[in-house]
């Protein structure tokens, strides 16, 4: 197998839950706006969790230290901190501080490459768990589809199972 191949066996129960992979990518050195993005994050997901569990879906978090330029265009990263949902990032309308500082002349240290968020027109330092909890939810439907139909394993399926499983259990011969 080729090194860039991750090979994982799993039990086929395991895809009874929908897996929603959350990555938060956030600087490695101490950064007041990525822990308050991260105390958000995990009050979102804390908020949402009792609802996956009863719709059968899982969340994985991945925190995801950045600590230079390399981390950086590995993880193809605009801003800091970012958090992608399923591979998009939770609020790409985003504004970078800098950028920010230049349209309204505000100023206010060394923030290039921080990450604003903006909420009812408003742009702030970190996200509320409430927009985070509407992207996580977004998510959830993406994943799950608009109108997926519920799914029922096929006759044929369904028979050669009950076939050998009542092999098995009589210790019969089965031939296919």
Not at 20 to 33: K, N, Q, T
Not at 121 to 145: F, H, I, K, M, N
Request: net charge negative; glycine share 8%; with cysteine.
């Amino acid at each position: 197998m080729h090194p860039a191949v991750t090979v994982e066996t799993r039990a086929a129960r395991s895809y009874a839950k929908q897996t929603i992979v959350v990555d938060f990518f956030f600087l490695e050195e101490s950064c007041g706006r990525c822990h308050e993005t991260e105390r958000a994050l995990e009050e979102a997901i804390s908020s949402v969790a009792p609802l996956f569990d009863r719709i059968g879906a899982e969340l994985e978090l991945r925190k995801v230290p950045i600590s230079g330029v390399d981390d950086a265009r590995h993880a193809r990263l605009e801003v800091l901190p970012t958090i992608r949902i399923d591979g998009r990032d939770a609020q790409p309308q985003y504004v970078e501080h800098a950028a920010y500082e230049s349209l309204t002349g505000e100023t206010g240290g060394d923030h290039s490459g921080c990450r604003l968020w903006v909420e009812d027109g408003a742009v702030g330092q970190t996200p509320s768990a409430e927009l985070l909890v509407e992207s996580l939810l977004v998510a959830v439907g993406r994943a799950a589809g608009e109108n997926a139909p519920a799914y029922r394993v096929p006759a044929g399926l369904q028979s050669y199972f009950e076939d050998t499983d009542s092999c098995a259990v009589t210790d019969e011969s089965c031939e296919s």
